[in-house]
């Protein structure tokens, strides 16, 4: 499974490269506003760090500035994903896109009629909300399920990638269902890494070696 930070955060997502898990990145408008920093100069310098997919959405909502947007942000950076909204509109820039050899993920994907949608006009990413529907009371977790049985049955090549993950066991459960990629906030990346037994473990060991007050270490690692 590959590992997406969603974050415009420059900061989070150089930790995150360090942490030496980091494939790619997702922002959306919200996420960029929220840096208040120019918008082209963030997303190079998120490129120039992570040197693997960076998602780039559109803010236009008509087929012709969806087209000049994502055309636009596609020149910036070999990296650049342009994100499309999965509706008719998006579909058919998502196609044309596609066919100019553009890479697209299309987001806001809530059903599985528009994952089939989004495969058939040749996405390189779906993004289902899992967050999103678990909060109107719906199963986000089901919906990937169901995309990634539904594209394996016709061998379609776009990745599925959960998005809206808000806490350490949505990643899991999208790992279990088979989602290619899983995008997340900086703080479930971090959470993943914690388990009490982990660190009562190292204590222990840290305590048992004090005691024991072997002298050699130094002269073993000679
Ligand atoms: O990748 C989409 C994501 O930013 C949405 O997450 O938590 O706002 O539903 P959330």
Redesign the pocket.
């Known amino acids: 499974m590959k590992f997406f930070l969603?974050t415009a955060n420059i900061k989070e997502i150089r930790e995150g490269q360090q942490m030496g898990v980091l494939d790619g990145v997702?922002t959306?408008p919200?996420?960029v506003a929220k840096e208040g920093r120019a918008f082209k100069e963030t997303v190079l310098e998120i490129c120039e760090v992570v040197q693997g997919p960076v998602s780039v959405e559109v803010t236009a909502t008509d087929l012709e500035g969806m087209l000049e947007q994502g055309r636009a942000y596609a020149k910036w950076n070999r990296h650049v994903v342009v994100k499309l909204p999965t509706t008719r509109e998006g579909v058919k820039s998502c196609k044309a896109l596609t066919q100019e050899g553009i890479k697209v993920n299309m987001?806001l994907c809530f059903s599985a009629t528009q994952a089939l949608l989004v495969a058939k006009a040749g996405a390189t990413y779906v993004?289902p909300?899992v967050?999103?529907l678990d909060?109107i009371s719906s199963n986000g977790i089901t919906l990937v399920q169901e995309i990634v049985h539904i594209y394996k049955n016709y061998a379609y090549s776009t990745q599925v990638l959960a998005?809206?993950l808000?806490h350490p066991m949505h990643v899991v459960e999208a790992a279990l269902a088979g989602a290619h990629v899983g995008?997340m906030?900086f703080k479930v990346l971090e959470m993943m890494f914690h388990h009490p037994l982990t660190d009562l473990g190292l204590e222990k060991f840290a305590k048992d070696w004090e005691k024991a007050n072997l002298k050699d270490l130094e002269k073993a690692m000679k």
């Open positions: 969603d997702t959306n919200s996420l987001t993004s909300f967050g999103r909060d998005a809206s808000r995008t906030p």
